[in-house]
């Protein structure tokens, strides 16, 4: 029961947080609308924030409905940690509107809320959703895009020292890529090709892909067409009749370019590259893939 109280007063302060950071970098944009690089940025974590939000709400009334028990909470709530937060943001929201918000102030306050350990919690809960059903795991992904988005703002307007404290913040996800082909060397060619861009598995046919798919998310999936017990095209419309979203996940990777088989993946939209194919064409096709 003690865990339980503990469980909602955690996901009632996380929604008075997330829309208080959502208001704050809604402002924010506007009084920075000069600076255009700078707004978008605010607007994207505004949208982020919302999403956030979202997740927590969906957690919460998923347990509710299920009956099922709350995520173990192995601390206790802080409540001065977030008036800590809550108030840094009325303040700077405050000076949003005195106009007198400075960008530094502004990074700061950003800084004292993403790395504060209220974001250490709702990972927490983030991973304990993902654990219990497969609709939280693109929320998993997304919030692994939301630290990287920051990153990669903050590399481009040489804020170092508070990109040392972004970068230390623990990753929710790492993308995962499956490789599917019957042969064994072109597998291990493809691990070694997206060693440096996420983890890998691998299926050697169709079917077992598939089975790999019903357990896992996958970010990208390579394939090969010509394949035993199942061929590539029948795997993908399996795939995506089951699963919609992966419509724009797969890269074909075949040497099976005959009249046909290419007016099907033109028409349907598919990547695919013909082998053999240089390394650099698979890895800048990855690449496009895995930042979306």
Same mark, same amino acid.
């Given at each position: 029961? $003690?865990?339980?109280?503990?469980?909602?007063?955690?996901?009632?302060?996380?929604?008075? @947080?997330?829309?208080?950071?959502?208001?704050?970098?809604?402002? *924010?944009?506007?009084?920075?609308?000069? +600076?255009?690089?700078? =707004? $978008?940025?605010?607007? &994207?974590?505004?949208?982020?924030?919302?999403?956030?939000?979202?997740?927590?709400?969906?957690? =919460? $009334?998923?347990?509710?409905? =299920?009956?099922?028990?709350?995520? *173990?909470?192995?601390?206790?709530?802080?409540?001065?940690?977030?008036?800590?937060?809550?108030? /840094?943001?009325?303040?700077?929201?405050?000076?949003?509107?005195?106009?007198?918000?400075?960008?530094?102030?502004?990074?700061?306050?950003?800084?004292?809320?993403?790395?504060?350990?209220?974001? +250490?919690?709702?990972?927490?809960?983030? %991973?304990?959703?993902?654990?219990?059903?497969?609709?939280?795991?693109?929320? *998993?992904? &997304?919030?692994?895009?939301?630290?990287?988005?920051?990153?990669?703002?903050?590399?481009?307007?040489? &804020?170092?020292?508070?990109?040392?404290?972004?970068? =230390?913040?623990?990753?929710?996800?790492? $993308?995962?890529?499956?490789?599917? +082909? +019957?042969?064994?060397?072109?597998?291990?060619? !493809?691990?070694?090709?997206? /060693? %440096?861009?996420? #983890?890998?598995?691998?299926?050697?046919?169709?079917?077992?892909?598939?089975?790999?798919? %019903?357990? &896992?998310?996958?970010?990208?999936?390579?394939?090969?067409?010509?394949?035993? #017990?199942?061929?590539?095209?029948?795997?993908?419309?399996? /795939?995506?009749?089951?699963?919609?979203? @992966?419509?724009?996940?797969?890269?074909?990777?075949?040497?099976? %370019?005959?009249?046909?088989?290419?007016?099907?993946?033109?028409? #349907?939209?598919?990547?695919? !590259?013909?082998?053999?194919?240089?390394?650099?064409?698979?890895?800048? *096709?990855?690449?496009?893939?895995?930042?979306?």
């Amino acid at each position: 029961m $003690e865990e339980q109280k503990n469980f909602d007063e955690v996901v009632d302060w996380l929604i008075k @947080l997330e829309t208080s950071a959502r208001d704050f970098y809604r402002a *924010a944009a506007t009084h920075f609308k000069e +600076d255009a690089l700078l =707004s $978008e940025f605010l607007s &994207n974590l505004a949208m982020d924030e919302d999403m956030h939000l979202d997740i927590i709400l969906k957690g =919460s $009334e998923l347990i509710k409905k =299920s009956g099922g028990q709350s995520p *173990a909470l192995a601390f206790a709530p802080d409540a001065g940690q977030m008036n800590e937060c809550i108030g /840094a943001l009325e303040n700077a929201r405050q000076k949003v509107k005195a106009s007198s918000l400075t960008k530094e102030e502004l990074l700061e306050t950003a800084a004292t809320l993403e790395f504060s350990e209220w974001n +250490d919690i709702f990972i927490y809960i983030i %991973n304990a959703l993902k654990s219990r059903s497969r609709m939280f795991v693109p929320s *998993a992904v &997304n919030l692994e895009k939301h630290r990287s988005y920051i990153i990669r703002y903050l590399e481009k307007t040489g &804020n170092t020292a508070i990109l040392e404290k972004v970068s =230390s913040i623990p990753q929710v996800w790492t $993308e995962k890529i499956l490789l599917v +082909d +019957d042969s064994g060397q072109i597998r291990t060619l !493809l691990k070694a090709v997206v /060693a %440096n861009m996420a #983890n890998t598995d691998t299926a050697d046919d169709g079917r077992n892909a598939l089975e790999k798919v %019903n357990e &896992n998310y996958f970010a990208v999936i390579v394939s090969d067409v010509d394949m035993p #017990n199942m061929n590539g095209i029948e795997f993908y419309k399996e /795939a995506v009749g089951k699963f919609p979203r @992966l419509k724009d996940r797969f890269l074909f990777f075949t040497a099976k %370019n005959d009249d046909q088989t290419i007016k099907y993946f033109t028409d #349907n939209g598919i990547r695919h !590259l013909i082998k053999p194919a240089p390394i650099k064409d698979i890895r800048q *096709a990855l690449k496009s893939m895995l930042g979306k």
